[in-house]
């Protein structure tokens, strides 16, 4: 009402309203309505129209809602001014704000993800997309995120709760919080995690927070990339910060964060930061981009008021609950209409043999046990997983097996009781080296996870992460595989699967800067598993090196083939060749670090997704081959963004 008073104070005196040229019947808010219709030519700087109106032009037609105003600026700009009239939204549950409040929580992740590629300039950032943004309530639970990489996602609520946690009151408006280690709800020390707590006025403590997560393609350590195959400590591995103030009241500490990047090169053996600059305008990207969700969380509260938000965010992560509830009760229907019992079993072993097992005993009631006791105990490498990785998966593997579409958030765990032993690969100690259990074991635990429910056959079980460089550059990407078939769909073939949604780096701007040369990138055809639905391939990828470098493998599934499930066959397994310009060729397995050369050639075989059903019996003409599915979903909207 008083920036309608002001605007009228504006206005110029005595200006004879517009004239309608005609009017019409217009269905507006459930009724008709009779509408004015205007001719822009004949409307000026200083006249009002009131909805429900039509303004028209040459080359379009504006529709003014009733209870709005249109009014034209000096720069001949047509601004409505939105009423007040209709319906006030309170705190009690409508599915139709339900949704709206869903997508809206989704777009403040989305757009934060869209600042931060734009402002990083790292390739693993900018290019890759080898980040993830997410909104999270006052306790540190997840609310809603953007459709970015799963094992970011579901272990970065454990994050925030540490700095809640840790910093207690001591967490100020201007504060921003750099983070990265596993006992913090880190994932591995390359993804750093910076927090902002959003404070609104009148209220003393955060009302929300928000966080990103992005891979920092060199923290330091012992080999470049910071991605050491054979790392037997947490040291080995480069910077880690259980909390640290990046940005305090305001004023981004550099020198702070620089001390702290070049820290590792105190270890013996180790090195910091071999791409420092890239370090330091990531981070800053990343400040940027949680000052982009603060202000569109602010603007949220503006337009609806704090309790009614707060009150959706509630129910948001309410609806979660009860559509996992409501899958547990199905899965145990299920299970005890054909086995008599509702507890499901399942285990699957790492390539060096340790066990990953799980038993879930569900309830009545929807809730259920997830008991990882008899898994492996704490390996000697890097195949450790913190338990923030763990509940990544789980989260990741029950959003999937939810028949309906709904926000994953921290609802999707709250009918969960947990169960992870210390001392385990799954809860290793505070120094136990991490970086492959993050992009390895976490797959592993999603097979395990999918197999209990016997949701699909497993998919590739790895990232196969390459990492190559030396003193003064760094190369980190994750390569794509066979998907697992399922009970109605065949595998797809050579996509990043299940915990990892990274792009590939382009040829164009892989072979621009940096010193190799994309050989080939292709499907290996037949890695697939058979059966009624077939796995999908795997992926050859060679690249040449230009210079000498130092390249270094870390990956999974080249011992144990990705499973096939209800007859279906198993995928093939992966594999991992070194050519060199001799022509000697060397077998290197799934973890190396080997020194390369000019013209020396890597090559990549990517493993396949298992196969689902038995095709014994059916006539070839009847067997189910590669469907093609139509793209919809957040996903496709966000790629079209890019």
């Not at 709005?68 to 704000?97: N, P, Q, R, Y």
Request: negative net charge.
């Amino acid at each position: 009402f008083l920036a309608l008073l002001l605007l009228l104070l504006l206005l110029p005196v005595g200006l004879p309203p517009p004239q309608p040229v005609a009017s019409t019947e217009c269905f507006a808010d459930d009724k008709f309505h009779t509408a004015f219709i205007y001719l822009f030519g004949h409307v000026t700087y200083g006249h009002m129209i009131q909805g429900p109106s039509i303004i028209i032009d040459k080359h379009s037609t504006i529709w003014v809602e009733p209870g709005c105003t249109a009014s034209l600026t000096k720069d001949e700009d047509v601004k409505i001014m939105v009423g007040s009239e209709g319906e006030c939204i309170g705190t009690d549950l409508d599915t139709i704000h339900l949704s709206i409040f869903s997508h809206r929580f989704m777009s403040i992740a989305e757009q934060m993800g869209r600042v931060l590629q734009r402002t990083s300039i790292s390739t693993n950032i900018k290019e890759r997309l080898d980040f993830s943004c997410a909104l999270f309530g006052p306790d540190g639970g997840l609310v809603a995120n953007a459709p970015h990489i799963p094992v970011h996602l579901g272990a970065m609520q454990e994050t925030v709760q540490f700095q809640i946690g840790y910093l207690g009151e001591d967490l100020k408006d201007g504060d921003v919080i750099l983070c990265n280690h596993p006992c913090a709800g880190g994932s591995h020390l390359p993804d750093l995690t910076v927090i902002t707590p959003v404070f609104y006025k009148g209220q003393e403590k955060p009302v929300f927070y928000v966080a990103n997560r992005g891979h920092h393609a060199d923290i330091g350590g012992t080999t470049p990339g910071s991605m050491p195959p054979y790392s037997k400590n947490l040291l080995e591995e480069g910077m880690s910060v259980k909390s640290y103030k990046l940005v305090n009241n305001g004023v981004f500490q550099e020198e702070g964060v620089i001390d702290l990047l070049m820290s590792p090169g105190k270890y013996p053996g180790s090195s910091g930061s071999r791409n420092l600059h890239d370090n330091l305008s990531d981070l800053r990207a990343q400040v940027a981009a949680n000052q982009k969700g603060i202000t569109l969380v602010r603007e949220l509260i503006d337009a609806y008021g704090l309790d009614v938000v707060q009150a959706y965010m509630k129910h948001i992560q309410e609806n979660a609950e009860i559509a996992v509830k409501e899958m547990l009760k199905e899965v145990a229907c299920k299970a005890q209409t054909e086995t008599g019992s509702t507890v499901l079993r399942a285990e699957d072993y790492m390539d060096d043999g340790t066990v990953i097992k799980l038993t879930v005993d569900i309830n009545e009631n929807g809730t259920a046990l997830f008991d990882f006791t008899g898994s492996g105990p704490q390996v000697s490498g890097n195949c450790n997983a913190p338990r923030a990785v763990t509940l990544a998966a789980m989260i990741y593997s029950l959003r999937c097996l939810i028949g309906h579409d709904v926000p994953l958030n921290q609802g999707c765990l709250n009918p969960i009781s947990l169960n992870i032993p210390e001392g385990t690969i799954l809860s290793p100690s505070e120094t136990a080296a991490v970086v492959g259990g993050n992009v390895l074991t976490s797959q592993r635990i999603v097979d395990v996870l999918l197999r209990a429910f016997s949701a699909c056959a497993a998919s590739q079980g790895c990232m196969n992460n390459t990492t190559f460089g030396d003193d003064t550059v760094g190369y980190y990407e994750t390569v794509a595989g066979g998907a697992g078939a399922g009970p109605t769909w065949n595998g797809r073939s050579g996509i990043h699967t299940h915990m990892t949604n990274t792009r590939i780096t382009d040829p164009e701007i892989l072979e621009r800067r940096y010193p190799v040369i994309l050989k080939c990138f292709h499907l290996n055809e037949g890695t697939g598993g058979v059966g009624l639905y077939h796995g999908g391939d795997g992926v050859i990828r060679e690249m040449i090196f230009r210079r000498p470098l130092t390249l270094c493998i870390l990956c999974e599934r080249r011992v144990y083939e990705p499973y096939g499930l209800k007859g279906g066959g198993a995928g093939k397994r992966g594999k991992n060749t070194l050519i060199r310009q001799s022509g000697e060729v060397i077998q290197l397995g799934g973890k190396e670090s080997v020194e390369v050369f000019p013209g020396d050639v890597y090559r990549l075989e990517s493993p396949g997704g298992g196969g689902y059903g038995s095709d014994v019996g059916t006539p070839s003409s009847h067997r189910k081959r590669q469907h093609i599915f139509e793209p919809s979903g957040s996903v496709l909207a966000y790629k079209r963004l890019q």
